[in-house]
């Protein structure tokens, strides 16, 4: 997921519901085929599935807040920790009842202070009934990561919790076990994965045991085992998905990686990928630009279908505000 800032050679410098927790889900014929959301300048970057509650929740680079989106598209505050300036990717752990956020500070917050532009980077941890405060982890310090400016953008979980988070400015990827709120370093291989604000961006997590992580600059595709780190490996492609933000692992084992032009020159819309090589190799089966929407970010598989979101953000970067953003199915 990139997050730009209101110039490009900032961006290079620095790199960056109340539907209720007891409602049921709603049937897919009941599903929108696109919401339009509504919020106070909310500018979400990030979007998950809520199962529980059969609505999507989302973040927000200008409020820092987790938001439960109504089926009309209409918000309700879930989490607003009076911390985190801005956050980005936002996952839903079920079977822990957790939901969880990264966050930094890309200068465009209303939480934005000295203190905190371009040094917040970080994962927080929330109940996902409540939205309490569970664990705030700090990632622009971890121990044998590179010093200087961090950027917490994207992650993935395993299956036992873990989140391996993708840092676009250091080039690295963190591992968090989000129960004890520790963090350790994964991989740290720039020269791969890239930096400086357009380096490792949407990530997920295979249940063939590694991570497959998009490098926003080139597109070029990483394999990265979680258990062999130094294993990384570039998957062969038969065309570079340049722009690539968010990922999503979709149940018939296809890649869809969302393309905008926030810090490139792509045009904005969705690749599918397939892999019939355990993602040593894979090619495109779909393609679908330009996107109606000016800069998508990320998709979230769901029981529904695939959706994408589009929060505005080059807006909010040139100073503009905006208090629309779409969530649109991808077909």
Same mark, same amino acid.
Request: charged content about 20%.
């Given at each position: 997921?990139?997050? #730009?800032?209101?110039? =490009? ?5 620095? /790199?960056?519901?109340?539907? /209720? ?7 897919? !014929? ?11 300048? &909310? ?27 109504? =089926? ?74 590179? +010093? ?21 400015? !250091?080039?690295?990827?963190?591992? #968090? %076990? ?13 020269? &791969? ?13 295979? *249940? ?19 258990? +062999?780190?130094?294993?990384? !490996? ?6 570079? #998905?340049? /722009? ?16 905008? =032009? ?20 894979? =090619? ?5 630009? *330009?996107?109606?929407?000016? %800069? ?25 505000? %905006? ?9």
């Amino acid at each position: 997921m990139t997050i #730009v800032f209101s110039r =490009r050679s900032a961006l290079l410098a620095t /790199g960056l519901g109340a539907l /209720g927790a007891a409602a049921a889900p709603a049937r897919a !014929s009941d599903r929108p085929s696109v919401v339009h959301g509504s919020a106070p300048a &909310l500018h979400p970057e990030g979007i998950t599935w809520d199962h529980a509650r059969g609505a999507f929740l989302v973040g927000s680079v200008r409020h820092g807040t987790i938001s439960v989106v109504r =089926r009309d598209g209409t918000v309700r505050t879930l989490v607003d920790d009076g911390v985190m300036v801005s956050t980005l990717a936002v996952h839903v752990d079920p079977a822990r009842g957790r939901v969880l956020a990264t966050h930094q500070d890309p200068g465009v917050g209303t939480r934005s202070s000295a203190a905190t532009m371009y040094r917040q980077s970080g994962l927080g941890v929330f109940d996902l009934a409540t939205g309490a405060l569970l664990h705030r982890v700090d990632l622009s310090a971890v121990p044998g990561s590179a +010093a200087g400016v961090h950027g917490a953008n994207d992650f993935a979980l395993d299956a036992s919790g873990n989140a391996y988070v993708t840092d676009i400015v !250091s080039g690295e990827i963190f591992r #968090v %076990d989000p129960a004890a709120g520790r963090a350790t370093l994964l991989l740290s291989r720039p020269d &791969l994965l890239g930096r400086d604000g357009v380096g490792p961006n949407g990530v997920v997590w295979h *249940p063939g045991g590694f991570l497959l992580v998009v490098r926003y600059d080139t597109g070029a595709l990483l394999r990265v085992p979680v258990h +062999a780190p130094g294993r990384i !490996s570039e998957v062969r492609l038969d065309e570079p #998905v340049v /722009g690539g933000d968010g990922l999503a692992l979709r149940p018939d084992g296809t890649l869809v990686v969302v393309i905008n =032009r926030l810090a490139s020159t792509a045009t904005p819309g969705v690749a599918v990928l397939r892999s019939d090589d355990g993602w040593s190799s894979a =090619r495109t089966v779909a393609r679908s630009a *330009p996107w109606p929407d000016p %800069d998508p970010t990320t998709a979230v598989a769901t029981a529904h279908g695939t959706y994408v979101i589009e929060g505005r953000l080059a807006g909010l970067f040139a100073g503009t505000l %905006d208090d629309t953003f779409t969530i649109r199915a991808l077909r």
